[in-house]
């Protein structure tokens, strides 16, 4: 599914809304540092050789932790290429709570997630609910609202966000 028009169609979607970092997984500590600004919390990486440990984001966090994070640091269920959009899981490891409530958000993502638009997405999201994944937040870049009349980012959730891409997982 992945491959490098999608992962390309993908980043070109979020342009202007997220920073994008294409990477590997044996670079992956570096791309995540630069995504994050410290403290950061997150929930563990579902990728074989990808972890948080080595950039010091911390995946044991309390809401104490979490009050105090910049950074959230979570897994993407899959990545919408077309929008630049990608599914949050909400489980008990606290992916959602680690995506919203910090002022910048870094979802990871393999290349592999990455679908090419919504059909083939909802598909994706069928077989994850039909296997108990849940329900899945669809987030594409921070959150904005003009309801008051001027654009404004970050009024439910964070100000800035970053995707990694692992292209080899």
Sequence with gaps: MGGMDTVGTFADALEGQS???VTTASAFPDALESAIDPPAVGTPLPYEGVSLADAGVETDFDLAALDA????VTPAGLGIAEYGTVTLVSNEAGTELASLYVNRHVA???ASDLAPDMPAAYDRIDEGVAAGDGTQILATGPSATADMGELIRGVHGPHETHVVVVEDR
């Design 19 to 21: 920073t994008v970092h």
């Design 69 to 72: 994070a910049r950074t959230g």
């Design 108 to 110: 990871v993502v393999a």
